[in-house]
């Protein structure tokens, strides 16, 4: 039996979610996208094999602060990464603080995302193995 892939959910604006969603599939993830905390919500609560949740810093009903508490509350063994245009150390530290697991800074590659899911992968096999 083949591992499943791993399922990322992406949590930003359909207009800014395109670049990103290409660059998962490309990395052999299963991709879903919501572009809410509310819509994140139900992904959360619907699919558990969610392993990985990358989210934008603010959205229409909230920010990666709440889908932070979304993912610890019903999803604690995803990653948590959030991407921002201006990716800096007050913010990393924030993230971090907060139980996430990193920033991803854009433009997005398949390279950073390749890496990224590794890591996350590695850093929390026992959060992440029975997704990947």
Do not use: H, Q
Not at 48 to 70: E, F, N, Q, R
């Amino acid at each position: 039996m083949s591992p499943r892939p791993l399922t990322a959910l992406v949590v930003m604006a359909s207009e800014r979610s395109c670049d990103l969603i290409s660059c998962l599939t490309k990395v052999a993830a299963r991709v879903l996208s919501a572009s809410s905390c509310a819509e994140a919500a139900e992904f959360l609560y619907a699919e558990p094999a969610v392993g990985i949740v990358l989210t934008d810093l603010t959205l229409p009903d909230g920010s990666w602060c709440d889908v932070m508490t979304k993912v610890l509350d019903v999803r604690p063994n995803a990653a948590v990464v959030v991407c921002s245009r201006l990716a800096d150390e007050r913010l990393w530290a924030e993230v971090l603080d907060a139980g996430g697991f990193d920033v991803l800074a854009e433009p997005y590659g398949e390279n950073d995302l390749e890496l990224l899911i590794t890591r996350a992968v590695m850093a929390r096999p026992s959060r992440l193995a029975a997704v990947v």
